[in-house]
């Protein structure tokens, strides 16, 4: 047995962190063994620990946000080497579905995705296959490219948009996901972009980021139209704003994780070709770009990091990461 700093959703909204003994972990010889450095609390992760996720239940090990140190690698691995600063794509695809064959990763079925129904990462050792990893640059902080995962997420969200609905987009929750999404808008050329978001301090970081205009909920104008628009929440209301938001011709991304089924107003939107797009998680090469958005500093994190724990501090990070002040709680693993 191999004794490891684990940490695990034992129950709904219980959350522990020891040191554990669990059997070895084979390196076989396309896989890459990591120490994890950082790894990031997801808003899926708290609805994994709450009961609500569709795909996931306590008890688990969480965790698919990390950044990680290469520790080891097999026989036939040439791509990565020991000491390599990387993330790692939480997606454990099979490789061999029509999904995974065209490169769509994040389509594979049934999804087996670390934290959820793969293992998760909140340990401090891993063998992973080295597919899934994505080199950073050293001089990068680790605790910065913890961030790949979540901006890989938005810079998917983004290009799933057609180019021409990028004009004025509305951006629905500005959270996590919602600030990536406003900096990757940036970034992708959107000329416009719009937030609704009802914490305060979040909407001023907002328009630091790249929001042109920010309202709270119910503020905005009725007569106002978009481009785009991107529910970053999927609540019923906000699914519903998102669809009556956006212009004849336009876009609704979704890209919030719903608790369960929604409806629409499909009249207005099949009258009018208004559609309906989803995003899910992202795909190789949106890693590769935000790692470079991190290294050259286009995409900043300094004011989205609001906190970082020790893993001993497992518990009280969750806690703290379902308070509306924060934004990315992150748990550090020992040097």
């Not at 994040?106 to 050792?125: D, W």
């Not at 980021?209 to 628009?229: C, I, K, N, S, Y």
């Not at 290294?295 to 989205?304: M, N, P, V």
């Amino acid at each position: 047995m191999t004794k490891v700093s684990q940490i695990k959703f034992t129950a709904i909204g219980a959350v522990t962190s020891e040191k554990v003994d669990v059997p070895p972990q084979i390196l076989g010889p396309q896989d890459v063994r990591i120490a994890p450095a950082y790894l990031g609390v997801c808003g899926s992760d708290l609805h994994v620990l709450a009961g609500g996720h569709p795909f996931a239940r306590p008890p688990v090990v969480p965790g698919h946000e990390i950044s990680a140190v290469v520790t080891e690698v097999g026989a036939g691995v040439t791509t990565v080497s020991v000491g390599d600063h990387v993330v790692v794509d939480p997606i454990m695809a099979c490789m061999t579905c029509r999904a995974c064959r065209s490169g769509r990763f994040n389509l594979c079925e049934p999804p087996m995705v670390a934290g959820f129904r793969a293992p998760g990462f909140g340990r401090s050792s891993h063998v992973v296959p080295a597919r899934n990893i994505h080199i950073a640059s050293k001089a990068l902080p680790l605790d910065v490219l913890a961030f790949a995962e979540p901006a890989a997420c938005a810079r998917h969200c983004v290009n799933r948009m057609p180019v021409e609905t990028r004009e004025d987009v509305l951006v629905i929750g500005a959270g996590t996901i919602g600030l990536s999404i406003v900096q990757a808008l940036r970034i992708e050329g959107a000329e416009r972009i719009t937030v609704i978001e009802p914490d305060e301090r979040k909407r001023t970081l907002a328009l630091k980021l790249g929001a042109h205009r920010v309202f709270a909920p119910g503020q905005l104008g009725d007569m106002e139209r978009f481009t785009g628009v991107i529910d970053v929440v999927a609540a019923q209301a906000t699914l519903n704003e998102a669809c009556t938001k956006v212009m004849a011709g336009g876009v609704v991304v979704c890209m919030g994780v719903p608790s369960g089924p929604r409806e629409i107003p499909l009249p207005s939107m099949q009258r009018f070709e208004r559609n309906l797009i989803n995003s899910g998680m992202y795909v190789p090469e949106d890693f590769d770009a935000v790692i470079g958005w991190l290294e050259d500093g286009r995409f900043d994190t300094k004011d989205l990091i609001t906190d970082i724990f020790s893993v001993d501090e497992a518990s009280a990070a969750y806690a703290r990461a379902q308070e509306p002040s924060s934004i990315k709680v992150l748990l550090k693993f020992s040097e």
